[in-house]
């Protein structure tokens, strides 16, 4: 395999995960390094449009059974259209996560997950739904700082570029974007984000 694409090609490694057997659906970013079982890959069916985040593990067996006898846990793992799986999460065997829902940073996923719904923690738990979750940040993104991503994610952003960046997060967050809208920056001070619960 080559490890230079891994990083440099987004399509390269869900290509190479579907030559080993995995199902993967169109449109679906899966990024290097992510783990998907190699004992049984055959067993993981994901949809499209999923984001896979960094240092995914994905198991489709569970070898702590061998403790109760000659028996080994398996299990298919499936993963819904429109979904986001967050960095450093596992799935274990024997789990559906139903579609358009979201995975948060670290989560275990150790039971299923229904469609619609944001779920974060070991073991995960529900946190709302899906459409809440989406409402909440399009209601903060009215208040907090926009950014134009694009001029911000490079290792070679110009020094007074990176300086207003973290000058504008100063104890608080804001959001990148394709394109700013008008009138998009936040004028609320650490008490008023305090109070709306952002920090």
Not at 2 to 15: E, H, M, T, V
Not at 66 to 95: E, P
Not at 135 to 147: A, N, S
Request: charged content about 20%; hydrophobic content about 35%; some cysteine.
């Amino acid at each position: 395999m080559n490890k230079g694409r891994l990083f440099l090609d987004k399509n390269f490694y869900p290509q190479y995960l579907r030559n080993q057997g995995v199902k993967v659906g169109k449109d679906t970013i899966i990024l290097y390094p992510s783990y998907i079982d190699g004992r049984l890959p055959y067993l993981v069916e994901i949809g499209d449009n999923v984001v896979i985040s960094l240092n995914v593990t994905i198991l489709t067996h569970d070898a702590t059974t061998a403790f109760a006898g000659d028996m080994i846990k398996v299990g298919r793992v499936t993963i819904g259209n429109h979904c986001f799986i967050g960095t450093n999460s596992t799935i274990l065997c024997n789990v559906e996560i139903g579609e358009n829902s979201i995975v948060g940073a670290g989560s275990l996923i150790n039971r299923d997950i229904q469609p619609n719904s944001v779920f974060a923690g070991n073991p995960a738990r529900f946190v709302c739904s899906t459409e809440q979750f989406i409402r909440k940040h399009k209601e903060w993104g009215e208040i907090f700082p926009l950014f134009e991503g694009k001029g911000f994610e490079s290792t070679c952003v110009e020094n007074h570029k990176k300086e207003a960046l973290k000058k504008q997060l100063d104890k608080t967050f804001g959001y990148f974007c394709d394109h700013l809208p008008i009138g998009s920056q936040s004028n609320l001070n650490i008490d008023e984000l305090r109070n709306l619960g952002a920090i």
